[in-house]
């Protein structure tokens, strides 16, 4: 027997917490799914097919429209199993009285309001969802600051707490340990740049335009004493000689990477580079950032100045040069 407790707890975990991706392999949540129904729609009424599909669309978009469920197998598993029976034809469908399979739910849970179930238990999941979400946000915020600020070594678990006004198990309950936390504000800080560099960005552009363009939006951010700039400038200076990002940064990149390569792969389709591999084209890129990159690190840890465009230009010829066709 399915007691009123269980059938609302499982509405709420298969409707309200997200997890139902494909129709319940249980039986019993099948069960439970078509009594939902089943109680929103009016005994001794024929309904067309019409008619009862609307009613499981409805059902359905009462319960935020869950992806495992269409409105076709729901009708037909209703019939099958003893909820509706429909005349030969098709034409017309009735909720039928309880059989042997229908007993299987308390008489109590003919009372419960599942829309009101779900959409209770939704809402309150989300504002938790909403909250946590802010604190996360509060603690990779203070760890920018800090991190970009102080550098790895010089940030400490205890620091990022205060500065984000949350207690020390608040950390640990987002991110495994500081090195977890470091990676979660890199990745994001390359994200949130990303965002604003595809924002400025134009494909109309030449290659060699959107490359200056890119290049003086970047310079523009740095001269804001950025804090996403300064943080991947502390990560850059401390791979020393070597050509290549270090793991950290080179994990937080791959959107940054895979944007270039779609700028490659996009300038070659319109002949404006010769035809080259679009990885190797970036490889092309960050040995080239590696190799004149010091100019301008030196120049901007020692006097905050960034590029001039002028510079941004000679530096976007240099990587022409490697590129243009011969």
Known sequence: MITKEEFEKRLVELFAQGR??????????????????????????????????????????????????????????????GYLDRSKNGSRYWVMEPGPSLKLFDASID????FGVVTSAKDSFDKTRRVKGEVRKKILDAGLDLFASKGYDGASIRDIADKAHVTLPNIYYYFKDKEGLYQAVLKDTVSDLMEILTKIDNPDLSFRERLIALGKAKMRLAGQKNAAVELILKEWISSGDSPGFTPSLQGAMQTGFKYMENMISAAVKKGEIKPVNPKMGVLYFISLAFFHGSKFITQFIKNREPLSDEDIEEYVELIMKGLEKK
Do not use: C
Not at 111 to 114: F, G
């Open 111 to 114: 009372l419960v309001d599942s």
């Open 20 to 81: 139902l991706t494909q129709y319940p392999r249980k039986r019993r949540d099948r069960h439970i799914i078509m009594k939902s129904i089943s109680m929103t729609l009016i005994k001794d009424k024929d309904y067309s097919e019409t008619e009862i599909n609307e009613a499981i669309k409805s059902w359905l978009a009462g319960m935020f429209e869950p992806d495992g469920l269409d409105y076709v197998t729901l009708r037909r598993e209703l019939v099958d199993e």
